[in-house]
């Protein structure tokens, strides 16, 4: 086939032998790099067949149920999926129906339950004033790219979180580096301290003397105290088991850990927390 984009559309053209596509095309609208394709849903009739005898393809419109939701927002509770639903947290929403509690096997499986650590309530007023930081693996099953394990990062305030796929330990100074001075630049704040882990990685080392340098208080955990880290150990928490139900849910191997990773802190940055006000999100007050 042949394939001509431009900056409005993108054409793909069949080759003229074709038994069956050979006149048609496939038209598509380009915005920001994306190739939009209006798609008509058929009725699913399995005889519905052309001129040569060949199927046409079909789709069957899947009811948006509050399950199918549910699996849609990453399994999240069923306090923020209403809110989600209910609220002005996402254009083109739509839900009428009733909100009843269903168990959900992904769920089961994924994630494990624990008592929340205590919140002494001391929260900052700026961005970048205070972060908490922590490290997860390495996962006994590497990603096609070699990666093994995540480091995730919280701001405080925003309640904003980045999660960092390593192939090492030591990859978390440069990791680092990146995304503090893209926090910096969108808030116009400095890092004021880091809540972290007695780790070697984050304390000594290259990543030690880089805090020091500048000036960065280093807020270290006793041994094996993970609740004076509460919110880092919440969040990592957070982003693994949801990780680990998306995987249940979708039935991937488990080398995939890493993108069902990477869509849970998507997820949580774009939905509602308790501890912002209603109708905002991480992403916002960050950005």
């Not at 199918?68 to 923020?80: F, P, Q, R, V």
């Not at 979180?161 to 440069?174: E, M, P, R, W």
Request: proline share 5%; aromatic share 10%; charged share 15%.
């Amino acid at each position: 086939m042949r394939i001509h984009f431009n900056e409005e559309h993108m054409v793909i053209h069949f080759p003229s032998d074709h038994p069956v596509l050979s006149q048609h095309t496939i038209n598509a609208i380009v915005f920001r790099c994306l190739s939009f394709l209006q798609c008509k849903f058929l009725p699913f009739e399995p005889t519905l067949l052309d001129g040569s005898g060949m199927a046409f393809p079909t789709f069957v419109k899947v009811e948006l149920t509050l399950a199918l939701w549910h699996h849609h927002l990453g399994h999240i509770g069923i306090n923020a999926m209403c809110t989600v639903l209910t609220k002005n947290y996402a254009e083109g929403v739509i839900w009428t129906g009733l909100f009843a509690k269903e168990f959900c096997i992904p769920c089961l499986i994924g994630k494990h339950l624990q008592q929340p650590y205590t919140n002494y309530g001391n929260c900052v007023m700026r961005i970048c004033e205070l972060l908490h930081m922590d490290m997860c693996g390495p996962f006994p099953v590497q990603m096609p790219h070699k990666k093994s394990l995540f480091w995730g990062l919280l701001d405080d305030k925003s309640n904003f979180g980045h999660v960092g796929l390593l192939s090492a330990k030591s990859d978390v100074f440069q990791a680092y580096k990146k995304v503090e001075a893209s926090w910096e630049v969108k808030s116009g704040n400095r890092v004021i301290a880091i809540c972290m882990d007695g780790a070697k990685e984050f304390s000594l080392g290259n990543m030690g003397a880089y805090l020091k340098s500048w000036g960065i208080t280093m807020q270290i955990t006793a041994p094996y105290a993970h609740s004076q880290n509460g919110k880092a150990e919440c969040f990592v928490r957070t982003i693994e088991d949801g990780a680990q139900t998306l995987l249940s849910d979708t039935k991937l191997m488990m080398s995939f850990w890493g993108d069902a990773t990477l869509t849970m802190n998507y997820l949580h940055n774009h939905t509602p927390t308790v501890t912002l006000p209603s109708g905002v999100t991480a992403f916002e007050v960050m950005n």
